[in-house]
């Protein structure tokens, strides 16, 4: 798998396995302004972004088998198997698995968490697009409960998203995310007034482990104090590109 220009950050090739994971940066395409440059999801009348030139170039760049299964994201929990025979786009779903070969799982993101799920055994892979709503909701539960693996066997990836200093909430955002975690008060600090700063990583990593996922690795990448490598819609404060967080099985 070649990397350009720092087009992709992961773990690329995971160790032992057939399984492929990998997050695009904001490098390598052709958008401009606020899309700069390699936007993979925007409004379809986001000119400047590049939308479909990306795309198309996505493949190529990061020797993918097969375009991505763009999934339609509305913060939800459904969670989707892929066959490959999905038309872009026009599934609504935040995450998604697979267990046939060549088939690419993907999810969008620009603050919220990507988090890419492989089996040790090289079975099945699966993404989901975890920002608060989803996590509150339990997208992870979903992605873990449907892929067809015992979760001791899983390894979780987890790709850049808006770090704890600059991910600030309202009391009711944090009662949302305690009401299902009713433990993770460490995963929060307290800003100015009412306000909280969460950690969307230890969140998920929590709800990981409690349903027996024992290897976590990444994190760390953080969307919103990084401009030169990720898209922010919150650092932007105005529509922007979206990154892609990819999983796929090689074929033999």
């Given at each position: 798998m070649?990397?350009?220009a720092?087009?992709w ?6 160790a032992g ?7 695009t940066t904001?490098?390598g395409?052709v958008?401009t ?9 925007a409004?379809?009348?986001?000119e400047d972004a590049g939308?479909?030139v990306n795309r198309?170039r996505?493949?190529?760049?990061l020797?993918?088998?097969?375009d ?5 994201q509305?913060?939800g929990t459904r969670c ?9 786009d026009?599934?609504e ?9 060549g088939v690419?799982c993907?999810v969008?993101?620009?603050?919220c968490?990507?988090?890419a ?7 099945a ?6 920002g608060?709503r989803?996590?509150?909701?339990g997208?992870?539960e979903s992605l873990?409960?449907t ?16 770090g ?12 949302a995310?305690m009401?299902?975690?009713?433990g993770a008060?460490?995963a929060f600090?307290r ?5 909280w700063?969460?950690?969307l990583?230890?969140?998920?990593r929590r709800?990981l482990r409690a349903?027996?996922?024992r290897?976590?690795?990444?994190g760390?990448f953080?969307?919103f ?6 898209f922010?819609?919150?650092?932007t ?9 990819m ?6």
């Amino acid at each position: 798998m070649s990397e350009f220009a720092g087009t992709w950050i992961g773990p690329g090739a995971v160790a032992g396995s057939p399984a492929r994971v990998l997050a695009t940066t904001r490098r390598g395409g052709v958008g401009t302004g606020t899309w700069s440059t390699f936007a993979l999801g925007a409004p379809a009348d986001a000119e400047d972004a590049g939308l479909s030139v990306n795309r198309r170039r996505l493949r190529c760049l990061l020797d993918l088998p097969a375009d991505p299964a763009w999934l339609r994201q509305v913060h939800g929990t459904r969670c989707v198997e892929l066959d490959g025979s999905e038309a872009p786009d026009e599934i609504e779903a935040d995450a998604a698995w697979t267990a046939q070969p060549g088939v690419v799982c993907a999810v969008l993101t620009a603050d919220c968490l990507p988090v890419a799920l492989t089996d040790r055994n090289g079975r099945a892979v699966g993404v989901a697009h975890a920002g608060w709503r989803g996590l509150a909701s339990g997208v992870i539960e979903s992605l873990v409960a449907t892929l067809p693996v015992d979760p001791a066997a899983l390894r979780a990836w987890l790709g850049p998203a808006i770090g704890p200093a600059a991910f600030e909430i309202g009391p009711e955002v944090r009662d949302a995310l305690m009401s299902a975690d009713p433990g993770a008060a460490a995963a929060f600090e307290r800003g100015a007034g009412d306000r909280w700063h969460a950690d969307l990583c230890e969140l998920t990593r929590r709800r990981l482990r409690a349903l027996g996922v024992r290897q976590i690795e990444g994190g760390g990448f953080c969307t919103f104090s990084d401009p030169e490598r990720f898209f922010s819609h919150r650092r932007t404060g105005a529509p922007t590109g979206r990154m892609a967080t990819m999983a796929w099985l090689e074929s033999a």
